[in-house]
């Protein structure tokens, strides 16, 4: 069976890709997973990996450039095979693999999408069986391909008159923490949600209070594009390090990162902010207190005057800090912790619930509380 290959779609931007360089001679047998070349786009190169194993015959020659979705190449079985380049193939022409299978959550998922499974068979690169995390690609790739494809409607009221118009944000991850700032947004004059985008594929074509989920994590270049948000901010509160990647990934789209504040939270008088913050009900962020980038602040969090906040921290409900503390980044705080003036607390530390502080933290710790207390039967 001959196999064909095809420019692929590396950003949603671009129609045209441009071969580099093959990275196996003619004819040359290729394992699946293998480079076979080397591609190019406005914004970056990229190695085509092998969907399967087989004889690598090229139609395209090193420096050309072709349309995503040309044919470039084909596998062949036998190395003396000699494939034709189809006349005008299309994405998705080799013809799918009725007996490829499809495990029972993935084909659920493809069913509640409406994906045809044939198109899914089709559409799927490799051999083995299609998961659902396949399915969430494809739908990902799918949700890219229309926002790239489909014209852009201004807005009568937002883009004819965009002076006070408020800021339109995106939020990344339609979990419980998404609820949190949602209920904030709904009690905050200038900001509004516009977009919500989760990799789960449950959540799609579903809203969250009104707010549309419309992709995953690779949508978020394409919805901007569309000029349907102004900046995003994570919801996400209980990984750090998809926090992390979030903020790292929108600074790579020069994406601004919006705080989100309550507006029953106060912040005092010279107190600096940096961006994406989180900042739920009853928070108070003293005089001259510093809080860096990408924080989460559960509700009835207390950061007193000139205490200094680093990056990516998260607080559970009800952390009270005194006065001139020191805190370093991507610090996780549990429940119900009280701190006294003037500590620090070293990065990527834990300080589990209920912890009273009254020494400094060093760096990579673990504040662990013993409870004491006991649970008994009632007599």
Known sequence: MTLYIEAPL?????????????????????????????????????????????????????????????????????????????????????????????????????????????????????????????????????????????????????????????????????????VQVLDSLARIDDQ??????????????????????????????????????DAAVVSVSTSIGFRQRMYEKLRQLQIPAANVIDPSARVQRNAVLGGGNVILAFCHIGSCAILGEGNFLSPYIDIEHHCKIGNFCTFGPGVMMSSLVNVGDSVKFGTGIFIEPKLSIGSNSIVGSGAILVGNVPENSIVKTTMGYTIRPRS
């Open 10 to 178: 590396l950003n949603v931007n671009d129609e045209v890709v441009t071969l580099i360089r093959w990275t196996k001679p003619a004819r040359s047998l290729v394992r699946k997973g293998e480079p076979l070349a080397v591609l190019e786009t406005s914004k970056a190169t990229f190695d085509l990996e092998s969907p399967h194993s087989g004889y690598l015959h090229a139609f395209v020659s090193e420096g050309e450039t072709v349309s995503v979705g040309a044919v470039i190449a084909a596998l062949t079985e036998g190395v003396d095979e000699v494939p034709k380049k189809p006349a005008a193939a299309e994405p998705g022409a080799a013809a799918p693999d009725s007996s490829r299978k499809i495990t029972k959550k993935a084909e659920l998922a493809a069913r509640k999408a409406g994906i045809d499974l044939n198109v899914l068979r089709a559409s799927v690169p490799g051999e083995g069986a299609i998961t659902e995390s396949d399915v969430s690609e494809y739908l990902s790739r799918s949700v890219a391909k229309k926002a790239s494809e489909a014209p852009s409607f201004p807005d009568l009221v937002d883009d004819a008159f965009p002076t006070n118009r408020q800021q339109r944000l995106l939020i990344i991850g339609g979990g419980l923490g998404a």
């Open 192 to 229: 509004r949600a516009t977009a919500i985008v989760d990799d789960n594929p449950e959540l799609r074509s579903k809203s969250l209070m009104g707010v549309p989920v419309l992709g995953g994590q690779k949508d978020i270049e394409a919805l901007f594009a569309q000029k349907l948000f």
